[in-house]
């Protein structure tokens, strides 16, 4: 897939037995793995958006949490790394699925940044005072969250699978 560098052969040859080997064709994108792409036609947060209605999603007084992705459309993140100029990809498929599509987040840690991004959501569409004041300084919270996410998926590429990762 040349997504990922190695400080030498031996840590390369490591690495694929202990992690890369069930990461590699999805990094390469040559498979798609469920859930890992945000699909509103599977996704238990836009169903659950959608039996509650737009029109109510919208209400202070609803506290029901919105899908953080565009609920009409297909939203495929990517990981990304700088360009070494190595010759190495540097965006990938996610190799693991969503937490938010499967309802299985790996660590408390993003599921909570997933939980803040809904509410900041919430805050945005509802026009509250919290969003609607500083709306630039809640946007760089967005961006933040998502960094830290992303921050949080580039560790997930390193370890072996089905370590506890939680303490």
Known sequence: CKFISYCSKECQQE???KVHKQHCKYLAGLK?????????????????QAEIGED???KATNPSLPCIFPTLITFVPVLCQ????????TSANLPFQMGEMSGKFPTRAEQTISIICQLLYKLKLIK??????LPEASKELCSL????KR???DFYIKIVPGHKLDM
């Open 15 to 17: 690495h694929w037995v």
């Open 151 to 153: 921050l949080i998926w």
């Open 128 to 133: 509250h005072p919290a969003w609607t004041i």
């Open 56 to 58: 109510q999603i919208v």
């Open 82 to 89: 700088p360009d070494h100029g190595n010759g190495n990809r």
């Open 145 to 148: 969250l998502n960094c830290i």
């Open 32 to 48: 798609l793995l469920p859930q890992s792409r945000h699909d509103p036609a599977h996704c238990h947060t836009c169903e659950r």
